[in-house]
């Protein structure tokens, strides 16, 4: 286990609830009103902290279609004020995601905003994804967290990432994957199923645990069900669709599904 990842969330498994941030600017979903974007990702927040959660996590899902690898200084900037405001507020674990593959600028926000940690996809091999193709980018991430300062700053990295064609891949087992991002010095491990909200593999999940020492998180599909299931091998678990009403990931957090599976999870 990594000590950037011990330092975040000690020696407990952490549960870590997911804000998708409304259609940030200049993206076509946004709808004019910043303070609205900033107040409903703090009411979530809090509905999160209410409900016992280990952790956070804010991504910005609204903003299809996503632009790849890059994204504009209004998205970066808002990104950072919220997270830092959620941050003040709740004093949890928090990280930041920035669609698709925008992980230089999920970064730069995490340490403008003084949080702990960020999901990056394309860190090792490459996928065709629905943006294109996404390139590996671990060389270049590491040496800008190098350059600025942000070391601290934990980056849990995706394999075999979902909505994505991994043919190119094919020929390699899941635990090769692990493998290559173990060495190129990966904090964590996410395991995902196909599509948001679908259950990641256990068995994929086993592998990768038992190929590196690195933490492994389990990026999507998990419930009330199978949570136990997941915390049994995994260190921690990144939930959104499940804690939104009725499922469906676009919707507002329910409360009372969080609070639910976290009494269940102690």
Not at 127 to 147: C, F, N, P, T, V
């Amino acid at each position: 286990m990594t000590e950037r990842f011990q330092k975040i969330f000690g020696q407990r498994k952490a549960v870590i609830g997911m804000i998708h941030l409304q259609a940030l600017p200049g993206t076509p979903k946004y709808a004019g009103d910043v303070n609205q974007i900033i107040q409903k990702a703090l009411t979530e927040a809090r509905a999160y902290q209410q409900a016992g959660i280990d952790a956070l996590m804010i991504e910005n899902m609204h903003d299809v279609p996503y632009t790849k690898n890059d994204v504009g200084h209004e998205i970066s900037s808002l990104t950072a004020i919220i997270a830092y405001l959620i941050k003040q507020e709740t004093g949890l674990p928090l990280g930041i995601q920035i669609l698709a593959g925008a992980n230089k600028a999920a970064l730069a926000s995490a340490l403008s905003a003084g949080v702990d940690f960020i999901r990056a996809e394309g860190f090792v091999f490459g996928h065709l994804a629905d943006e294109g193709y996404i390139d590996s980018q671990a060389a270049e991430l590491l040496r800008y967290r190098k350059h600025i300062g942000a070391e601290h700053i934990a980056i849990f990295t995706d394999i075999k990432k979902k909505h994505s064609s991994h043919a190119l891949t094919a020929d390699l087992e899941i635990t090769e994957m692990a493998h290559a991002a173990d060495f190129f010095l990966s904090d964590g491990l996410i395991v995902t199923g196909m599509h948001t909200g679908d259950t990641a593999d256990i068995d994929e999940l086993q592998k990768v645990k038992s190929a590196s020492n690195l933490p492994v998180l389990v990026g999507s599909g998990v419930n009330i069900d199978n949570v136990q299931d997941y915390l049994a091998v995994a260190d921690a678990l990144i939930i959104g669709s499940y804690f939104k009403k009725d499922g469906y990931w676009a919707n507002d957090v329910d409360g009372n599904k969080v609070r639910a599976l976290m009494m269940k999870v102690h």
